[in-house]
């Protein structure tokens, strides 16, 4: 059975116009963003594949993924534009 993915699209689904819009217009958002869907699947990966949750590594690759989806998510907040009606 395949791991949902955590990425920011799907986590953030009333931020999506905000985050295809910084992805385009903002190269260390876009990397960042990049580094952390990478992240993302990594671990989705290795949890498929049934490593242990006690394992050092992919409790780094976890905690990296966390506090990058953090710095995401402060940016992304901070530059959402609400909608004109």
Do not use: C, W
């Amino acid at each position: 059975m395949p791991i949902p993915s955590h990425s920011l699209e799907n986590d953030f689904p009333e931020y999506s116009d905000t985050i295809q819009r910084l992805n385009r217009e903002d190269l260390k958002f876009k990397t960042e963003s990049e580094t952390y869907h990478k992240l993302d699947k990594q671990i989705r990966g290795l949890e498929e594949r049934g490593v242990a949750t006690d394992d050092n590594h992919f409790n780094s690759l976890k905690i990296q993924r966390a506090h990058l989806k953090d710095r995401l998510y402060h940016r992304i907040s901070n530059s959402h534009q609400p909608p004109l009606h």
